[in-house]
């Protein structure tokens, strides 16, 4: 993506900290300080992320830092692998016991370039090593019955930093033995809404019965929400628009270009996405809360929540997580209620 992050963003991460385990306050259900845990202010380097519960941290590309949601330290390890040179962590998915299932590129491999999933036990033992070949998974979840989902691109098995030109899935789905059961949304399926590797990338959450893709482009283009049933079937799609301004700032409105690109998601298990404004809300000091309303395909706003609780960097069950940091990170619980 190429835009810097907005000074209402930053400020929103900075904000002081507070206590380990926080008093609720009138917008929260929960709050919980995680000390040893730094928190980007770059879109260009990785930010912490929630699956299930637990709080996720890539550092450095291969080293990964996890805490469950009460704040304690399920992993902190830096990826080695045997025979490796270069080892990046692309996406993180968790299991509720704490094994976390990483999506990976390393080196060298037969070609060059490999990519895997590995499988973390709560120890921190890798308990399994899936290798995908020349497919690189980008983004990974897991669904309701623990299956590894993947979005990833192809790469050209002559051309190695070239993507491959046949038409291949850009979905996969594994079981936790690493056998592949599927593979879904073929390559040529560009022109419905996804982007191949080598121009944007995705960000994936599982809901009940649903596997959601967000595909972002780089081309200035709107990005596309589509959601997959878990036979790898396409059910919906949408185009994914601005949240509605709530005020005008330096007196004029801005472009859909600007307030399309300034929200973060997080997709329930009741199957709703939900997108955080930061530029779109009535003063400076609240963000706006919108949901995408499927049968319009526009977002439709909820309520507004106090700036101070962070961004919205995903959901726990039915709850939206938002994040702020300074000196680590705190993250806060929310219901995604009307006003």
């Given at each position: 993506?190429?835009?810097?992050?907005?000074?209402?963003?930053?400020?929103?991460?900075?904000?002081?900290?507070?206590?380990?385990?926080?008093?609720?306050?009138?917008?929260?259900?929960?709050?919980?300080?995680?000390?040893?845990?730094?928190?980007?202010?770059?879109?260009?380097?990785?930010?912490?992320?929630?699956?299930?519960?637990?709080?996720?941290?890539?550092?450095?590309?291969?080293?990964?830092?996890?805490?469950?949601?009460?704040?304690?330290?399920?992993?902190?390890?830096?990826?080695?692998l045997p025979g490796t040179?270069?080892?990046?962590?692309?996406d993180v998915a968790m299991?509720?016991?704490?094994?976390?299932?990483?999506?990976?590129?390393?080196?060298?491999?037969?070609?060059?370039?490999?990519?895997?999933?590995?499988?973390?036990?709560?120890?921190?033992?890798?308990?399994?090593?899936?290798?995908?070949?020349?497919?690189?998974?980008?983004?990974?979840?897991?669904?309701e019955e623990d299956r590894?989902?993947?979005?990833?691109?192809?790469?050209?098995?002559?051309?190695?930093?070239?993507?491959?030109?046949?038409?291949?899935?850009?979905?996969?789905?594994?079981?936790?033995?690493?056998?592949?059961?599927?593979?879904?949304?073929?390559?040529?399926?560009?022109?419905?809404?996804?982007?191949?590797?080598?121009?944007?990338?995705?960000?994936?959450?599982?809901?009940?019965?649903?596997?959601?893709?967000?595909?972002?482009?780089?081309?200035?283009?709107?990005?596309?929400?589509?959601?997959?049933?878990?036979?790898?079937?396409?059910?919906?799609?949408?185009?994914?628009?601005?949240?509605?301004?709530?005020?005008?700032?330096?007196?004029?409105?801005?472009?859909?270009?600007?307030?399309?690109?300034?929200?973060?998601?997080?997709?329930?298990?009741?199957?709703?996405?939900?997108?955080?404004?930061?530029?779109?809300?009535?003063?400076?000091?609240?963000?706006?809360?919108?949901?995408?309303?499927?049968?319009?395909?526009?977002?439709?706003?909820?309520?507004?929540?106090?700036?101070?609780?962070?961004?919205?960097?995903?959901?726990?069950?039915?709850?939206?997580?938002?994040?702020?940091?300074?000196?680590?990170?705190?993250?806060?619980?929310?219901?995604?209620?009307?006003?």
């Amino acid at each position: 993506m190429r835009y810097q992050a907005p000074w209402f963003v930053l400020a929103a991460l900075c904000l002081p900290p507070s206590p380990a385990i926080a008093q609720h306050s009138g917008d929260s259900v929960r709050e919980v300080f995680y000390p040893t845990v730094a928190m980007s202010n770059s879109f260009t380097q990785p930010m912490v992320v929630v699956d299930r519960g637990f709080l996720i941290a890539i550092r450095n590309r291969n080293y990964l830092i996890v805490h469950d949601r009460d704040g304690k330290s399920i992993h902190d390890i830096e990826l080695k692998l045997p025979g490796t040179e270069t080892v990046s962590i692309s996406d993180v998915a968790m299991k509720r016991d704490g094994t976390a299932v990483l999506a990976l590129i390393h080196t060298p491999a037969e070609r060059g370039y490999g990519g895997a999933i590995a499988i973390l036990d709560p120890a921190g033992k890798i308990r399994r090593f899936i290798q995908t070949g020349l497919y690189m998974p980008l983004q990974i979840c897991l669904d309701e019955e623990d299956r590894i989902w993947t979005a990833g691109w192809q790469r050209d098995a002559d051309r190695i930093l070239e993507e491959d030109k046949a038409d291949y899935p850009l979905i996969r789905k594994y079981g936790l033995d690493g056998t592949l059961i599927l593979g879904a949304v073929k390559r040529t399926s560009v022109d419905k809404g996804f982007v191949s590797g080598g121009h944007g990338r995705w960000k994936m959450r599982a809901a009940h019965g649903l596997i959601g893709i967000l595909s972002f482009r780089i081309d200035d283009k709107p990005e596309v929400w589509t959601e997959l049933n878990l036979k790898g079937e396409i059910v919906g799609q949408w185009t994914l628009g601005p949240v509605p301004l709530g005020r005008k700032i330096d007196g004029a409105e801005f472009d859909d270009h600007y307030s399309r690109f300034k929200y973060s998601l997080g997709f329930t298990v009741n199957g709703e996405l939900y997108a955080l404004c930061w530029s779109c809300s009535t003063d400076d000091k609240h963000f706006r809360l919108a949901r995408l309303d499927r049968k319009s395909g526009d977002w439709k706003i909820m309520r507004e929540t106090p700036r101070d609780n962070g961004i919205l960097i995903g959901s726990d069950g039915n709850e939206l997580v938002l994040a702020r940091g300074f000196g680590g990170v705190q993250l806060t619980w929310i219901k995604p209620t009307m006003n």
